[in-house]
């Protein structure tokens, strides 16, 4: 079964930190994709990725930036946690192009809490 | 980039049909039509994707008009296992440079009784 894995189910992480929320594909996709999703607020676009080393920022790129080094896995990184990034992130992939035939393939989320 | 508009929330009973809306009146020409499904906890699963007319599979159907301007999301029969949000999503997902991505409005908060 093809799929998207993220690293930690909840995570809780002090003020300040540094944080690395990982990201991994198995269906050798070109584009991958960070979201948060609030109460709300729906999911926004963090950042996405449509080829190794390749970013572009999203709606809400403030605080956060990204790597890609390897086609199957992109990182997002809180460079200094703020409460204020208390969500729940999620990553979804796509294969290149169109959104293709199933669309976008999410993972199951990262629940981040900011203490 | 195509806005969406769905209802916030919808209840309904075991066994019925239930349709959900969505009006996307700026959609433009290369743009696809999909829905997704979120349970609580776990992020966004495919549902369905359409362009023009209707697209039905083992799940669901998508009913689109000739306009292009809204869709309908149709569920068969729900359960109780069916309550969850459904977001309607526009655009043709194609990457090139500064272009946009798929914008997740707020979706409906779909409710099955027993």
């Known amino acids: 079964d093809v799929k998207v894995t993220q690293s930690s189910r909840y995570l809780v992480k002090r003020t300040g930190e540094k944080v690395f929320l990982e990201c991994v594909q198995d269906?050798?996709?070109?584009?991958m994709f960070w979201y948060r999703q609030d109460p709300g607020l729906g999911l926004r676009l963090i950042y996405f990725s449509y080829d190794v080393k390749m970013k572009e920022k999203g709606d809400i790129p403030e605080g956060y930036s990204v790597s890609r080094e390897k086609k199957e896995r992109f990182s997002l990184i809180l460079e200094s946690a703020s409460t204020n990034q208390t969500s729940m992130y999620l990553c979804a992939s796509s294969p290149k192009g169109r959104q293709g035939p199933n669309g976008y393939t999410f993972g199951s989320g990262t629940r981040l809490t900011v203490v | 980039l195509a806005k969406t508009t769905q209802p916030i929330s919808m209840d309904s009973y075991e066994g019925q049909e239930v349709n959900i809306t969505c009006s996307h009146n700026n959609i433009a020409t290369n743009d696809y039509i999909t829905w997704y499904q979120q349970f609580p906890s776990q992020g966004p699963r495919f549902i369905i994707q359409g362009y023009k007319t209707k697209v039905t599979n083992e799940v669901a159907s998508l009913f689109i008009p000739a306009d292009r301007k809204s869709s309908t999301l149709s569920l068969p029969r729900v359960s109780l296992s069916d309550t969850a949000v459904y977001y309607c999503l526009v655009g043709d997902g194609a990457l090139s440079g500064s272009a946009r991505q798929l914008t997740f409005g707020s979706g409906t908060q779909l409710t099955v009784l027993p």
């Open positions: 269906m050798d996709h070109e584009n």
